[in-house]
Every structure is written in C-alpha cells, then in structure tokens.
C-alpha cells in the first residue's frame, strides 16, 4: 500500500503531525487538572429527592383527630394531580405528615408550587391547627457533629449551645449549622382554678387579654412639610418579668391585678417530652453542615480550630467533643481507594511491561492517566463530584481503557516488525483497528447506560458510576486513535531494542509463542475436531449455572453494606408510658451496649454514647454507640450490633427494637410486608398472623406486626345539663384544649427562636382524672358549673399512629435477617406462595404490597430489565452492521452468558452475596466481554478474505489474537484486584461490582478462545447446509423468476469454490 504525500483521515492527519496530538493531550492532562481542583467533594454521593413533604401541626390532637381534621382533606386535593407516583401518609399526635413521591423526570419546583397552591386552598382545617409546611425534600450534608454535655440545666444548656452556634457561623467556611435535642423556649403562665374562679376569668379570657395588651401595632404616618412620621403603639413584650408587670384587671378607682399577683410567669420550654444525654450527661447536639462548594475538610478544620479555641472558656465539669465526623472518613476511604487504584495501576503496568516492548508498554499504560485525568473535564462539565463511588469508578477503568490501546498498538507494533516503517505502521495498524475499537467502545458505553436509569435512592446514589466511566471511555477512545499511534510511530523500533529491560519482554513473549504453538494450537485443532460436542458440554455449563441461581443457592441481597462506626438502637414503648420509663428502658438499653464495650476493649473502642428521649415521639428514644475507625478496633460494627442486640435480651412492655448500623440506599427492614383492609379490627389481625409466620424463622430478628398499642383516651360528650345551659361541643372543647394542653396567647420571634405565650393550668391540676372532673367549665350566662355536670366520657384507646397510602389505612410487618442464619430470599418466596395466599383468602378484602428494600428492588430489576431489552437489540445492531452477518454477530454475543456465569462462580468463590450492586457489574460485564470475541471474529473475516478455509480462519485467528485478548482480560482482571481481595469493612459495599466484572472477564476470555472459534466454524457449517439443501431442489424452468434466481445462485457458488481454490493455492 502507497500513501500519498497528503495524508488521509484524521488518523493519518494526527500521526503526520505530532504537534496535535501532543497540544490534544496537554489540552486533556492541563485541562483535567484544573476541572479536578473545581469538582466538590463529598464521602457518599448527595442527591435531591423527589420527594415533597406536607406537614400540619396540631397540638393536642389524637391521630384519630389528625386523620380526620387533616389527612384526608389534604388527600383529596392530591388525588387528582397525575405527577405523583404515591403518596404515605401519617397521623400522630398533634401533627399530620405526608410524603408524595413525584414521577421520574417530574420538576420538582413546578409540582412544589402547584401543591403548594391546592393546599392553600384548603379552608376545612381546624382553627387550632397550624399552616401547612409545603417543601420539596432535600439532602443536607452534614459533615460532623459536637456534643456539649456537662451537669448544666435546660437554660444553661440553651444559652451555651446558642453561643457555640453564633460563634461558628461567623467563622469564614462555615454556613449552617443547627442544634438537635434541645426544646423550644416558651413563656409558661399558670393560673390555678381558684384563681380562675375568684376572679371569674377563664384561661381564655387571659390569653385574650395578653395578646391584646402585649404587642406593637402599627398605625400608618403623619404626612408633615418636613416629611413622613411613623406612628406606632409599642406594647410588646418579650420576656417572662415583662409580662408579670402586665396590667390584667383595673378599673378607675381600683387598685390594677397584675398578670404576675395572680399567675406564675416564668421563662420555660415547650410542654413536650424531650431530653438528649451524651456519655450519661444532658446534652445539646450541634450539627454542622456544608453548603455550596465547601468541602468536608475545610468545613472540619474550621470547627476543630473552633472548638479548641472554645473549650477553654467553658465552665468546669462541662465538655465539648466532636464526633461522626465525615471529613476523616473521607480521607480514609479516599486514601483507601486511592492506594486500591494505585496498586491496580501497577499490576497493569508490571503486566504491560512483561509481555510488551517497553516503548509500547509506556505508551500504552500513559492511556490510564491522559484518560482519567481528561475525564475530570466531562465531569466537572456535568456537575458530577469526587466521591467514594466515583473513585471506585476511576479503578474500574483501569484495566478497561488499555485494552483498546493494547489492541490498537500490538497491530501497529506488529506492522512496524514487518519492514513497515513508524508512520505507515501507526497509520495501518490503527486504521485497521479503528472499527472494532470503535464499536468496543460504543458497546462498553451502551452497557453501563442502563445504570444511568436506575430509579429510586438506589439509582441516585449510584448514577456517578456509569457516568464516570462513560467520560473515561470517551477519552479513551480519542487516545488511542490520535494521541497513541502519533507516539508509537517514532517510538517503535523495527527489530526492537537489545537492552536487558527488552528482554524481559522478549522472555516472555516467546514463552508465549511456545505455549501458542505447542499447547494452544493443537489442542484448538482438537476443538474444532469435535465443535459440536465442545458445545454440547459449554451448553451443560451454562445450563447449571442458571439452575444453580433459580433455585436459590446463591443469595441475593438488595442492600449494599455500607457499614458505618455508628450503631444505633431506636427503642419504641407502648403509647401514653411514663417518660421516665421511656428513659429507663433507653438507660437498661445503654447499659448493655457498655457491657459489650468493655468486653472488647474499653474505651478504647468508644468516642461516646448519646441517648435520646422523645425526639420521634414521647414514647420513642434512641441510643447511640460512636466508634473509634475500624482500623482501630478489632470488633467489627456488625458484630458490636449482634453482641449489643443479644446483651439487651428480652425487655418487657417493649413495643420495638431495632438496631441498625449501615446507611446509603436500600436501607430499612429486610422483609417489609404492608397489609391493607378497611376494617382496622381485620387489618390488626391479618398484621399479627403474619409477624406470628416471621418469627418461626430461625435469624429472623426485629418483628413488628406495624400496630402500637395506643395509651387511653376519654372521648367527652355534652351531658343534657350542659345542652340545657346553652353549652356547645366547640366551646366545651376549647375550654377542655386550654386547661390541658394550653391557651395560645401571643407568638413572636426573640432572636432565631420562635417563643410562644402559653396560659395553661399548673401541672398538678391538670394530671389526674379526678382533678379533671371538678374543673369548672363556664357556661353562656357566665356562671360556671363542673365538668362532670357538663358532659359524659367514654374511656377508649387511640392509636399511636394512623399511616395511610393512597388514601387507604395501612399496616407495616417488618422484619431484619441475621445473615448466615436466614435466607431473605427464601423467606420472601414462601410469603409469596404460601402465606399471604392464605392470609388473603381468610380476610376477604385484605390486600398486601412488599415496600422497602424488596420494592426499590423490584423497581430496580424492572428499570435494568428494561435497558437491557433495549441494549442487546442495539448491540445486536451494530455487530450485525459491522460483520455484514447476523449469525456473527450472535457468535460474538454469545460470549455474555459465560462473562455472567463468570461473575457469579466469583462471588462463590469470594463467599459474597449477590446483590444490586453484582448486577450493576454485571450489567457492564455485558458489553465488556464482546470485546475479545468482537476482535477475534473480525480477525477471522479478514483471514477468510484472504481465502482460508472457516476452520483456518477461526484457528489462526484465535493463534494470532490470543496475546492481546489474554493481556486485555489480565489487565482488566489485575486492575480491579486489589478491590476484588480488599478487607477493609467500610469498602466492602463496593466489591461485589469489582468481582463481577474481573472474575467474569477473565472467564468470558477462557471461553472466547474455545467457544468462539467452534460458532464460527458451525456458522459456516450451517451457511453450508443451506447452500446444499439449494442445490439439491429439483431444477426449475430457467425462464421462470425462480429458476433465474436458483441459476444465480449456483453461479454464485461456483464462483465462490474458484475463489477459494485459488487462495488456498496462493497460501
């Protein structure tokens, strides 16, 4: 072949001008390094939701009256709007939520405000409830938290925590931060019932007369020559010695009743159960957060140089620690996978170095960082960030990206060994590699584009990856077409180099040329000898592959473990328990963790301990053991989470308790069954029954049948006494809401907090039944007659929580598994077909959905199932176009199933679970592996036309390209190694993806130099078939359309037999 002195195609342009593709990679090392210093960075991926929250506080209110007053007015307005996947909904005392999920590839601004708009709209609301809280919910980063503990009261506490917060947010670097366990300041005014009656006041006459007294008011200006003078009254009041000062009764002549002479006014904190501990001390919990593009450690060392700073200044017996700090987690596992891919990237360039001529193997292996680094620039151009997930996705392109440049430039070093000269050898050899590299490329991207597409939490938090890799792939591609073969056509020495480091290379290789001819050759000979048993037995391989995973041999499991150094136990009691048996069983609970901290080091394992009561509810409490990094402990968090679990034991009148240590998607209970019926009387017992099956299961833990026994409620009614005098429900109703819960005199901001004035009567008067009944409730005509004349009461019990979807009343069975005890797939099959069969049979009406890990499971399935449907046709497409054969390009694809066999005899032999993440792999497997059968039949095309015979052909082919499939699938194999056998628990969640691409590649490539040459002969032998069972039909009348075309054909044939003949003589 002459090439003219113009070169041709961008190819020839690039190698004819080294100045381009030198500027080109600058251009992509320069650029990336600028677009990396400007990419945020974060531990895990964050991610908005779409999810948006409608919440109506309605203080005092049962769930049954939330449910009523709230809920359903606000699911009526939802029902119509055909944006929302579902909504949940979720009635508890004195506040109604719901959760409205919004369809894939909604705006998130644009329902927010429609919602917004239709909620607004609403005028059926009690007077008492509180406006509606519309907002689209987001992902606040957190990065670390402070824990201010000591012997100090509520108000110390308050004011310290306050300063602490003040403080950090005018350091520079730090934009939000928030306090956590710690109430609400009030202002409380207690009036006893002979007060109220000496007086002949009500608590709402008081109130009344507050908010009418205590504020400012605005009253316009005074147009003057001089200008506008501002008229206002100035009566407000904000602290609790002001109020006591407020004239409440007078009259001219009378001496004044002062809100102080008869009530008790103190500053306090909202009636409400709420108390958080940190090492068995009171607490205030102070969360920092990032916001924009600060990153984890700066917004770190800006509170560490905060905190040494104020310790200090804090009085004595008083500590001020800071834990779960996310910044030293990120350093850790980014300097985990930093020294996981650099250990990767050495294998790949030791592999390179032993079997390549060391010019080539230099500028081959400079593919890894000119395209990793170029990569950044899509990344930053996309908004993408530098996170765990996204560094794992850098190391699972280690290996990937050399193998289109070690195809590309062994072709062109193996021109350059044949006289060919450096700038005809880079051109040749690349031009005859561009389309297979092309299409290779183009079908790595088209597999991972499926994970682009994952819905849910699950897809969010891992759309980073395919993203990634997919800017890798694209860099790739533009270097080893236009930067490599510019390179390698001045690099390249003819006969190679006679240095000893040539000849390390030169050792192996003809080692490698030895076992080819001697070992491999013969015993391929022998294969396509007998192709059609050699795919009988590959068949019968694949066959029990897929039977050994229907049946459930192997484990599948939706969740990757991402452990943490937390654990954390949520306690749930019986509705209406003391609060201070909600902090007994919480201290029973911490205790124990203790105990088991002690058994496996001290302290030494521990940051701290926090206990929580009443943050969820005032019968909830959370516990929560911090600690230290797993490299400085030897029991992992799993195993703290067992030991703690089984310390606790049984406690009776315990409602739940559940103990959980890992955080990222798929989170929750492992079995999560919601059961529906209008009838709550059969929607309780269907729940039961089925918790009841749950627990038979040995290592099932955590059963919850979703049904909390709520605490008593007395439900009033008017007596006809108090119909006689003129007593309405609304007013007996008022009157009963501001003795016990409080009357809402005035609200007004004093400094960030928004303080209430609440007019109730003292504590002691308002906590027993019998007290309850002797307080005077007043009548129309001002007189004032006792409850227990007024009405009647029927004693019930209210529910603890009301949850509804859809618009239907709903129970949760949840459950947790104990791995290596229970089988979750299992269990859920026999839910499937058996139990809840039965369980809906017995209970007419009964319906049931799984929720949690199984749905975003289902959901996830569904999504890949889809893109793979989509995939396999376009692959197909493009392999058909390619070779000009659909039967070939079937043969190239057939090498997926062995890739997918590959990846899971992976995980067995590495002892892990499949699980979402497997599948991911998988799902990328599948492009990857065509790659070495994509080479091998197009290397066999052009050997047939040459004029070998199929058997040749397929056998030559297979000789000629065994050395760089082989180096492509070792390297891939290599560069995902070190995460393949990584033991560091906190990566672990990232492994299963890494096992099913290199123990697949490296699978699929054993069976691509067998398998594939034997299809490609039987293609042939079935090409041949056809053409004999042509040639065999009785001849028809060559004047007839058929005969011509039959004549046609045979001349075709006998063209085709000359042709061939001829090439077998010239070889």
Known sequence: MKFRDKPEGIIAIFVDNPAAAHLLMLFFLIGGVLAAGSIKQEVFPEFDLDIITISVAYPGASPAEVERGIIVAIEERLSSFEFIERYESSAQEGLGTTTIELLTGTNGDKALQTIKNEIDRITSLPLDAEEPIVQLTTRRREVLRMALYGALTDTELYQSAHLIKDELLSRPGISQVDMLGIRVPEISVSVSQHILNEYGLTLGDIAERISQKAVDVPAGAIKTEGGEILIRTMERLDFAREFAQLELLGTAGSKPVYLGDIAKVEESFEDVVRHSYYNGEPSVGIFVYRVGEQTPISVSRAVHEFADEFRPRLPEGVALTIYNDRSSYYQARMELLLRNGLLGLMLVLLCLTLLMEPRLAFWVAMGIPISIVGSFIILWAIGGSINMVSMFAFIITLGIIVDDAVIVGENIFYHRQRATSGVKAAITGAREMAAPVFVAVLTNILAFTPLLFVPGSTGKFFSILPAVVISVFIISFIECLYILPTHLSYSLKKNGGASAIAGIPRFFNNRLHGFVNGVYGPLLSRTLANRYLVLIIATAILATGFFYWRFGWINFSFRPSILTDSVDAEIELP??????????????????????????????????????????????????????????????????????????????????????????????????????????????????????????????????????????????????????????????????????????????????????????????????????????????????????????????????????????????????????????????????????????????????????????????????????????????????????????????????????????????????????????????????????????????????????????????????????????????????????????????????????????????????????????????????????????????????????????AKTSDRNYRHTSDDCSENR
């Open 575 to 1048: 509705y209406g328990v003391a609060p201070d048996e909600v902090n007994r069983i919480a201290l029973l609970v911490e205790e124990a963790g203790l105990a088991v901290v002690e058994r496996n080091g001290g302290e030494n394992i521990l940051e701290g301990v926090r206990r929580e009561i009443g943050r969820r509810g005032s019968n909830h409490a959370e516990v929560t053991f911090t600690l230290v990094s797993q490299n400085e402990r030897d029991i992992s968090t799993r195993d703290f989470s067992r030991q703690w679990r089984a310390e606790v034991g049984a406690v009776p009148g315990l409602e739940r308790l559940f103990f959980d240590y890992m955080v990222g998607p798929g989170g929750s209970s492992a079995i999560n069954v919601q059961l529906s019926h209008p009838d709550p009387v059969v929607l309780e017992t269907a729940a039961a029954e089925l918790a009841a099956f749950l627990g038979q299961y040995q290592g099932v833990t955590d059963i919850d049948d979703g049904f909390a026994r709520g605490k008593p409620q007395l439900d009033f009614q008017l007596s006809p006494e108090g119909i006689s005098q003129g007593l309405t429900a609304r007013e007996l109703g008022a009157q009963l809401r501001h003795a016990l819960y409080g009357a809402e005199a005035l609200r007004q901001q004093r400094g960030d907090d928004e303080v209430k004035v609440m007019v109730r009567l003292p504590e002691d008067e308002r906590s027993s039944l019998a007290i309850l009944e002797q307080l005077l409730i007043r009548v129309p005509d001002d007189t004032l007659i006792p409850l227990a004349q007024a009405a009647t009461f029927t004693t019930n019990r209210a529910y603890t929580e009301i949850k509804r979807v859809d618009g239907r009343r709903v129970l949760n069975a949840t459950a947790n598994i104990i791995p290596g005890q229970a089988n979750e797939n299992k269990i859920l099959a026999d839910l499937r077909a058996t139990f809840l069969p039965e369980l809906l049979a017995r209970h007419g009406g009964l319906r049931y959905s799984f929720e949690g890990r199984e749905r975003q499971r289902q959901e996830a399935i569904k999504q890949l199932g889809t893109g793979m449907l989509l995939l396999f046709p376009v692959v197909f497409a493009i392999l058909s176009i390619l070779f000009r054969s659909y039967l070939q390009a079937v043969i190239v694809m057939s090498t997926t199933p062995f890739g997918l066999l590959g990846a899971m005899l992976g995980h067995i032999i590495m002892g892990y679970d499949l699980s979402i993440i497997s599948i991911f792999g998988m799902i990328a497997l599948c492009g990857i592996v065509i790659n070495g059968g994509l080479v091998l039949v197009a290397t066999a095309n052009s050997y047939r036309d040459g004029g070998l015979t199929p058997i040749d052909a397929a056998k030559d082919a297979a000789m000629r390209r065994l050395r760089p499939i082989l180096l492509t699938a070792v390297t891939t194999f290599l560069g995902l190694a070190p995460m393949i056998f990584e033991q560091s628990i906190q990566a672990r969640f990232l492994v299963p993806m890494a096992i099913s691409l290199g123990y697949g590649i490296v699978f699929s490539t054993l069976i691509i130099l067998v398998i594939v040459p034997c299809l490609y002969v039987v293609a042939d032998d079935i090409g041949g078939l056809f053409r004999k069972i042509q040639r065999t039909e009785p001849l028809l009348s060559e004047n007839s359309p058929s005969g011509t075309a039959i004549s046609a």
